[in-house]
């Protein structure tokens, strides 16, 4: 939680359209298509010198310039280099301010913010940087495999790309290309490390002459474009904040707040129309709206002050929810069921097949146990294990799948079983999400009534393992499952035993 002391308060607010002299037309903004045709220009041959490093293949490529691997050519340490765009435009005295402040910025030594090795120039006079090479995704593709994120999911990444902005702004550098393509995120153990890239690119977006600067645009999306930025004006913190607030739309509703068949008709969005409620897009609240719009207020001024102020205000904003998640702790659940196969012409148990049955679910119950499930002693028809689920998602996520896991195990367990013993048993096992089991998880727990009432419907006529669909995000595809009629998902145990 942000610390600093802030008197900017959060307020409702109608965002204000001004009126826009300027003809985009007559402004040379650099389009999608001119970035792929600068790419030819600026690529560099397998195995090049540059400075320190030999440069390896390439990994990628985007606005703003291409992305190689690379290895020093002494110590063999692998980096990323960066290598902007062949640009005729760019003068020498932008890339030396471009230099400076990416040599202040890689003084900083932010964990959120990507660490620079080495900077300068090629023979051509294209600016480079040498940076950590790291894996992980985009969050651009983190919101195109599991769409939006609910607030709490957010507020967990939004922090630290604040605190990167923040620190950045600090030394007054302005990043000014804050766009979901340039925040990754890289897995480290159990939970999530947000890194933010491109930092003080748009400096090099302007030609210089005798008289005057002329801003060609700087080399990013439309999508994330402020007002200023498209108006040629002066590029501050709260360009950042504007673009913050398109992020926040992003990721809280899956859309940006402005959309467009072209780059131009975006980018009249950005001026002249007012963003839609992120409330009508996903289950928001009014606080949550109050903060994007403001975010998005075209005149900057009106915008909040700094990166801290938004982040307190969201942070306040999200104090309810929580709170809540604090107060209602959920748990996951695994309940197994087995029973006596009867053929047609049967309609009691033996007592050989009760035993068997008996047998099996004692030492299912071991399995559990052993794999920190505890076990609710009062439920008679099957046996339901409960481990509580953490409120962080890496943990949640590693909770959920180890469930999923012991549950496919010990139905593959008792299926072996089954057909090597020629037993008269199977089974059916149910794995949920459930708050009202997620008490003490010490000593002898206690099923509630109602969930005691409740269990019956929990059942799957059937065999094989299914979960509740809160269960399975980002764990298993689509191609892996099926619906089943009660609601439920059934789960390719074979895949997790």
């Not at 977006?205 to 645009?217: H, P, Y």
């Not at 748990?331 to 053929?343: D, E, G, N, T, Y």
């Not at 949640?396 to 367990?413: D, G, N, S």
């Not at 708050?435 to 269990?455: K, N, Y």
């Amino acid at each position: 939680m942000p610390s600093r002391n802030d008197d900017d308060q959060t307020q409702t607010t109608n965002t204000t359209v001004v009126t826009i002299d300027t003809k985009l037309s007559t402004a040379r903004w650099r389009s999608r298509s001119d970035t792929t045709a600068r790419y030819d220009r600026s690529r560099i041959p397998r195995g090049s010198a540059v400075g320190r490093y030999t440069v390896g293949r390439r990994i990628g490529a985007g606005d703003s310039g291409i992305v190689y691997v690379a290895r020093h050519k002494k110590t063999g340490s692998r980096a990323a280099i960066k290598v902007l765009h062949d640009d005729r435009s760019v003068s020498a005295r932008l890339v030396e301010r471009f230099t400076r402040e990416i040599e202040t910025l890689s003084l900083l030594r932010h964990p959120n913010i990507i660490e620079v090795y080495d900077i300068g120039q090629l023979q051509d006079g294209r600016p480079y940087y040498v940076i950590e090479l790291i894996t992980g995704m985009s969050l651009t593709e983190l919101l195109n495999i599991h769409g939006r994120l609910q607030p709490l999911e957010m507020l967990e990444l939004f922090d630290s790309i604040c605190y990167a902005l923040q620190a950045a702004h600090d030394a007054n550098i302005v990043h000014g290309n804050v766009k979901s393509n340039n925040i990754m995120i890289v897995e480290e153990g159990h939970r999530r490390m947000v890194k933010v890239l491109d930092f003080a690119l748009t400096r090099l977006a302007r030609i210089e002459t005798d008289s005057d600067s002329v801003e060609l645009g700087f080399p990013g999306s439309p999508e994330a474009a402020a007002p200023e930025q498209i108006q040629n004006q002066e590029v501050t913190a709260r360009t950042d904040v504007y673009a913050l607030g398109v992020l926040l739309f992003q990721m809280l509703t899956g859309e940006y707040p402005f959309g467009g068949s072209d780059d131009l008709t975006i980018m009249e969005a950005h001026l002249r129309s007012s963003p839609p409620l992120p409330s009508q897009l996903a289950p928001l609240s009014q606080a949550i709206d109050s903060i994007v719009l403001r975010c998005l207020e075209k005149e900057p001024h009106r915008r909040f002050e700094s990166v801290l102020s938004l982040q307190n205000a969201m942070h306040r904003a999200l104090a309810d929810e929580k709170r809540t998640a604090i107060e209602t702790p959920q748990a996951v659940v695994v309940f197994i069921q087995v029973r006596a196969k009867l053929s047609d012409r049967e309609d009691t148990v033996h007592n050989t097949v009760l035993r068997e049955v008996m047998m099996f679910l004692d030492t299912t119950e071991d399995s559990l146990r052993e794999a920190g499930f505890t076990i609710a002693s009062n439920v008679v028809n099957g046996i339901l294990g409960i481990t509580p689920l953490p409120a962080d998602r890496s943990g949640a996520k590693k909770v959920r799948t180890h469930a999923l896991h012991i549950a496919c195990q010990v139905y593959r367990e008792l299926e072996e079983r089954t057909i090597a013993e020629n037993q008269s048993i199977e089974a059916c096992v149910v794995i949920r999400i459930d708050a009202r089991l997620s008490g003490s998880m010490t000593g002898e727990v206690q099923a509630p009534p109602a969930v005691l009432d409740e269990i019956k419907s929990w059942e799957v006529e059937g065999t094989g393992v299914y979960a509740t669909a809160d269960l399975l995000p980002d764990l298993a595809s689509d191609d892996s499952t099926s619906k089943t009629p009660q609601g439920y998902v059934a789960v390719d145990y074979g895949r997790w035993a």
